[in-house]
C-alpha cells in the first residue's frame, strides 16, 4: 500500500467512514485493548439471575453444559432433547455428580432447577456469561461495495497489526 492509502484506510478507521478507490468503507467497532479478566470464582446469582428468582441457593459455578458426561461439582446443567436422547431424563441424575443448577424447558421434578421457553437459547446466553460475555470484548469490521473488498480489508488488518491490535481477516 502506498502512504496515501495506508492513510485513507487510517482515516476510514478513526473516522467511520471513507471512500478508496470509489469503494464506500463502512467501519463500525471499537478495538478494545481490555485484556481478559484473570479467572475468578464465578457464582450462579452472576450468570443465572432466574436462579436467585426462584430460590435457588447461591453456589460457586465450575462450567456451564449440556453434555452429561461434563457434569461435575459446580456445573449448570442444561437439558436439550436431541433427536436421540432428552437430557431433561438425565436431570436428577446430574444434580447427583455435583451439578448446582438444572436448566430445563419442563419441570423435571428436581429441587434446584429454572424451567425456561428455550434451553438451546439459554445454554448460549449462560455460556456468554460464564466466560465474561467474549462478544462485547471485539470489534467488528465490514467492508462494502463492488471492487476491492479484499484489498482493503488486507490494508486495514495489516494497519491495525502495525497499531498492535489483533484481527483475523
Given at each position: 500500500?502506498?502512504g496515501?492509502?495506508?492513510?485513507?484506510?487510517?482515516?476510514?478507521?478513526?473516522?467511520?467512514?471513507?471512500?478508496?478507490?470509489?469503494?464506500?468503507?463502512?467501519?463500525?467497532f471499537?478495538?478494545?485493548?481490555?485484556?481478559?479478566?484473570?479467572?475468578?470464582?464465578?457464582?450462579?446469582?452472576?450468570i443465572?439471575?432466574?436462579?436467585?428468582?426462584?430460590?435457588?441457593?447461591?453456589?460457586?459455578?465450575?462450567?456451564?453444559?449440556?453434555?452429561?458426561?461434563?457434569?461435575?461439582?459446580?456445573?449448570?446443567?442444561?437439558?436439550?432433547k436431541?433427536?436421540?436422547?432428552?437430557?431433561?431424563?438425565?436431570?436428577q441424575?446430574m444434580?447427583?455428580?455435583?451439578?448446582v443448577?438444572?436448566?430445563?424447558e419442563?419441570?423435571?421434578g428436581?429441587?434446584r432447577?429454572?424451567?425456561?421457553?428455550n434451553?438451546?437459547?439459554?445454554?448460549?446466553d449462560?455460556l456468554?456469561?460464564?466466560?465474561?460475555?467474549?462478544?462485547?470484548?471485539?470489534?467488528l469490521?465490514?467492508?462494502?461495495?463492488?471492487?476491492?473488498?479484499?484489498t482493503?480489508?488486507?490494508f486495514?488488518?495489516?494497519?491495525?497489526?502495525?497499531?498492535?491490535?489483533?484481527c483475523?481477516?
Amino acid at each position: 500500500a502506498t502512504g496515501s492509502e495506508a492513510k485513507a484506510v487510517s482515516q476510514s478507521v478513526n473516522s467511520g467512514l471513507s471512500v478508496y478507490r470509489g469503494t464506500v468503507i463502512e467501519v463500525n467497532f471499537l478495538v478494545n485493548n481490555e485484556q481478559a479478566e484473570g479467572e475468578g470464582i464465578i457464582k450462579l446469582y452472576d450468570i443465572c439471575p432466574a436462579a436467585e428468582a426462584a430460590g435457588i441457593e447461591n453456589a460457586e459455578v465450575t462450567g456451564v453444559t449440556d453434555n452429561t458426561r461434563d457434569v461435575g461439582k459446580g456445573s449448570i446443567f442444561v437439558c436439550i432433547k436431541g433427536a436421540s436422547f432428552d437430557g431433561h431424563s438425565a436431570a436428577q441424575k446430574m444434580l447427583d455428580n455435583g451439578a448446582v443448577l438444572i436448566v430445563a424447558e419442563h419441570d423435571t421434578g428436581c429441587e434446584r432447577q429454572v424451567t425456561v421457553k428455550n434451553t438451546r437459547l439459554e445454554l448460549a446466553d449462560l455460556l456468554s456469561r460464564f466466560y465474561g460475555e467474549p462478544t462485547k470484548k471485539f470489534g467488528l469490521l465490514a467492508v462494502t461495495g463492488t471492487n476491492g473488498k479484499t484489498t482493503t480489508a488486507h490494508f486495514v488488518k495489516h494497519i491495525l497489526n502495525a497499531l498492535g491490535k489483533k484481527c483475523g481477516c
